[in-house]
């Protein structure tokens, strides 16, 4: 794991206001851990997970609320 790149795209995510749900699943998926209960995802938070498990740092414009 890359902290600097965690920290960079975290922090990047919620200055522009990407849903929270995905930033979650990005750092989730970003540090290889468990994905939450499958009650609990939502499609952003799949979306963001599915990304960090890729260690794509891009893949959030689409969940940046309007």
């Given at each position: 794991?890359?902290?600097?790149t965690?920290?960079?795209?975290?922090?990047?995510?919620?200055?522009?206001?990407?849903?929270?749900?995905?930033?979650l699943?990005?750092q989730?998926?970003?540090?290889?851990?468990?994905?939450?209960?499958?009650q609990?995802v939502?499609?952003?938070?799949d979306?963001?997970?599915?990304?960090?498990?890729?260690?794509?740092?891009?893949?959030?414009?689409?969940?940046?609320?309007?």
């Amino acid at each position: 794991m890359d902290k600097k790149t965690y920290y960079e795209t975290s922090k990047k995510m919620e200055s522009v206001g990407v849903d929270p749900a995905y930033v979650l699943g990005w750092q989730t998926g970003f540090l290889h851990n468990p994905k939450l209960e499958e009650q609990r995802v939502t499609d952003a938070y799949d979306a963001g997970y599915n990304d960090g498990l890729e260690g794509k740092t891009d893949g959030f414009s689409s969940w940046t609320k309007q």
